[in-house]
Structures are given as C-alpha cells and as structure tokens.
C-alpha cells in the first residue's frame, strides 16, 4: 500500500547530540512537511519542501535543518536537542499544496 | 495570517448524547479538513469539506462547512466510548494551519 513511513518510531537522544528523524513515501508526492507536535498542543509546521524548493516557518528555531535528497525521501535534523524539543514529529505528504494530507505515523522524540 | 480556533477545548459527555465541536477561521480558503487523534498516535483523516455548505457524515460524526459564516462544525449523534480523542481542525491553502483541538471524553 503507499503510504508515509516513519523511522524510528520512538528516539531518545541526549541534549546537545545531533538527531535526525527520516520519512519516506511511495505516493510520489510533490510536497512534504514536517510538523512538530508538543504534547497537549496542535500539531505545528516546521517546513516543508515543493519538490526541492525548500520553506521555512518564519518561527522555526534555526536549530531544525531539513534535507530532502529526493522525492521520495525527506529528513529532520536538530543540530543541539534540548529538552524543549521533545515532541511528537509528524511528516506529511501532499500531491499540490491544496491537496489531501497523508500523514506518518509519527516519531515520538525524548531529550534525556 | 491564517487563525483556526476551536471550541470548546475539552469536553466531557456521556454515552448516547448529542454535542457539537465548533471551528472557526479567519481567511478564506477552500478546504477544511477535520482529523482524529488518539493518545500518542498520529492523525487519521475524518473528513475533508470542499466548499460551502459541504456536510459529510461518517457513522456517528458529522462535519459542515458554512464559507460565509467562516465555520466548520462537527457533529456527534449518540456518542459512544469509542469516540473518546481529541479532534483537529485544519485549514490552509498552501499548508496546513491546525486549531487547539478539542479533547472528546465520552463516559460510559
């Protein structure tokens, strides 16, 4: 079935070492987000990529970096966790920019 | 700049009664999608609203687009435990701009 894979599921890393989180998919997408969602609170767009022209959120702390090598895959990395970065990261996938939204099934981020 | 607000933010009812979840925004745009959440789960889509006055209803959820009004409701008949979650609303032309959510627990 096509679809948003996420990996890992679950990752704990320690304050100050980097991290990256990876989403892949087989719907061949144009777009892909990443959304950071903190516990109790609605899910919040980091960027996003159109096919490789990157968008930042205006707001997004310069320690979130996001690689995209090709349509399929896109990458999350944080430079310097701190423990305001635990989370849930979602990735999601569009076909255009008003299209249906498949989401991933999440990686859930611990900072020990 | 796109704002999504929800109401109410928690809401506590019992099994077999009617309620409704309120969604409001401020720009137009045309989609509106509404999404379930469990606890540490991802969002699994419910329903996408195309434009005004879409209603689409799925088992005991409801959800209604009213463009002019600038809200999107979501209606529950006759709840059951099962539906206990929180639900987001969502909106945006370019991305995807969520409301606070609303924290659904049904009692039995």
């Known amino acids: 079935d096509a679809m948003v894979i996420q990996n890992p599921r679950y990752q704990v890393t320690q304050f100050g070492k980097p991290v990256t989180l990876s989403c892949s998919q087989t719907?061949?997408?144009?777009?892909m987000y990443w959304y950071q969602q903190k516990s109790s609170q609605a899910p919040k767009l980091l960027f996003h990529y159109y096919d490789k022209d990157f968008n930042n959120e205006a707001d997004t702390p310069d320690n979130f970096q996001s690689r995209r090598p090709n349509t399929s895959f896109c990458f999350l990395d944080i430079r310097s966790p701190g423990l305001g970065d635990a989370a849930m990261y979602l990735c999601?996938?569009?076909?255009?920019?008003?299209?249906?939204?498949?989401f991933g099934s999440g990686t859930r981020l611990t900072v020990v | 700049e796109l704002k999504v607000e929800q109401n109410p933010l928690f809401l506590s009812m019992q099994e077999g009664k009617n309620y409704t979840i309120y969604c409001n925004y401020s720009?137009?745009?045309?989609?509106l999608y509404w999404y379930r959440q469990d606890p540490g789960k991802s969002l699994e889509s419910l329903f996408v609203l195309l434009s005004n006055g879409a209603v689409k209803q799925e088992g005991r959820l409801m959800a209604s687009l009213d463009t002019k009004a600038r809200l999107s409701t979501l209606h529950i008949t006759a709840a059951v435990h099962d539906l206990s979650a929180t639900y987001f609303c969502?909106?945006?032309?370019?991305?995807?701009?969520f409301g606070q959510g609303t924290r659904l627990t049904i009692n039995p």
């Open positions: 969502g909106k945006g032309a370019q991305k995807l701009v």
């Open positions: 720009t137009t745009s045309d989609r």
């Open positions: 719907l061949n997408h144009n777009v």
């Open positions: 999601a996938t569009s076909r255009a920019r008003t299209d249906i939204y498949t």
